[in-house]
């Protein structure tokens, strides 16, 4: 959406007298490898997409705060001093969250108007959720001259849906948004923030994202449960190991220790986190090397981990990745995001990307009943204020 568009649409909802309102856009993102490692202290390689969240953001001279989407058009009004979670609230519980951290934190608000309209598919893995908190974030944090530094905002809108939405997820989605770059992903160490941008150089090859059209929402899923599961394996090997995060242990070190975990589904699913972080670490140096089919090796290793051993992928992503697999000109294919639905991403020769489209796109369809959306991955920069 362009900021004519943004502006037509804010003055539909709120009007055109007044100030005139300032644009922001956060993106989604996709998870190139390392999943499920960021809630455990490991490595994860996301980039952010030209799909996103964009807010057009106005201060009051009161304390409402209205909020109107492009997405769903009835308009929510609540006072800034009533902020509190409703779970009948729905999507409005995320930018409420972040003015609510906001406050928490000492800064203060007045009222204000929020037209946000989002063009990333709901549900489908590539990060809906943080990109519309990054969005709102970035807004706030501009028409009230707040002056949060970018990788605060990340923690802060990681902290907003934590606490007050209620889902339990790590900081990879809200750091892609807020501090990824064009054509680069990012290859962010969870447990300590540190991160590199590594240069997206694939040649003739593209990323290519395929939506399962199967719709999910983290707290709706197991995700929980599957962290609930890391911790209690993590206190387990802590009997014999010195780690703080799961992702501190390495390969050889739960081989030798494993035997402390007495549930083999325990012993999975720590498997699947030390390996899968070993992975992420191995497909880096391999892209930065311009070995890419040994990056597309690593993707399918780590989707066969995902369905196996942390059992994640379902028939839908199972069946999407598996056509990818013996596509003409396919690298790699694996699951990207929480899983239970949603998302695959491949690496595909541009020659072939139609015919990769055609067959997968087939093969789904007659498997599944279900259609797949396709989209060719172009990358873009963080959360950001976009001007006319």
């Not at 001093?81 to 519980?93: L, P, T």
């Not at 989605?173 to 969870?190: E, N, V, Y």
């Not at 995001?337 to 067959?359: M, P, R």
Request: charged share 20%; glycine share 8%; net charge negative.
């Amino acid at each position: 959406m362009d900021i004519i568009n943004l502006n037509e649409n804010f003055a539909k909802a709120y009007g055109a007298g007044g100030n005139k309102p300032r644009f922001f856009f956060a993106p989604g993102r996709v998870n190139l490898i390392g999943e499920h490692t960021d809630y455990n202290g490991g490595y994860v390689f996301p980039c952010a997409l030209n799909l996103g969240t964009y807010v057009a953001a106005r201060a009051r001279q009161d304390d409402t705060v209205m909020l109107v989407s492009g997405n769903i058009t009835k308009p929510f009004v609540i006072q800034i001093s009533e902020i509190e979670y409703n779970a009948k609230f729905g999507w409005v519980n995320y930018p409420l969250a972040v003015a609510y951290e906001l406050i928490k934190l000492g800064h203060t608000l007045g009222g204000f108007e929020l037209y946000i309209f989002g063009d990333l598919p709901n549900g489908a893995g590539l990060s809906s959720s943080a990109s519309l908190e990054l969005a709102v974030c970035a807004a706030l944090n501009a028409i009230f001259s707040l002056n949060v530094p970018q990788l605060e905002m990340v923690k802060l809108c990681q902290r907003a849906e934590n606490q007050f939405v209620g889902v339990n997820c790590g900081i990879m989605d809200q750091f892609a948004s807020g501090m990824c770059r064009k054509d680069h992903a990012a290859l962010l160490d969870c447990a300590t923030l540190e991160y590199s941008h590594v240069p997206l150089s694939m040649g003739n090859y593209k990323l290519v994202i395929a939506n399962t059209n199967k719709k999910r929402g983290l707290t709706d899923s197991k995700y929980n449960e599957r962290r609930a599961e890391c911790d209690i394996a993590l206190s387990l090997l802590q009997n014999a190991i010195s780690a703080k995060n799961l992702c501190d242990i390495t390969p050889d070190d739960f081989e030798k220790n494993k035997d402390v975990i007495n549930e083999a589904v325990i012993v999975n699913r720590a498997k699947h986190a030390i390996y899968e972080n070993a992975r992420t670490i191995k497909a880096a140096e391999a892209l930065k090397s311009g070995d890419i089919e040994v990056f597309g090796k690593l993707m399918n290793e780590s989707h066969i981990s995902l369905r196996d051993l942390y059992e994640v992928t379902g028939r839908e992503l199972d069946t999407l990745a598996e056509a990818a697999w013996v596509a003409e000109g396919v690298l790699g294919s694996r699951m990207t995001g929480a899983g239970f639905g949603g998302c695959t991403v491949s690496i595909v020769h541009a020659d072939a990307i139609n015919s990769f489209i055609n067959s997968v796109g087939k093969a789904y369809n007659e498997k599944t009943g279900i259609r797949a959306d396709f989209y060719t991955t172009i990358t873009d920069d963080g959360a950001r204020e976009i001007k006319a």
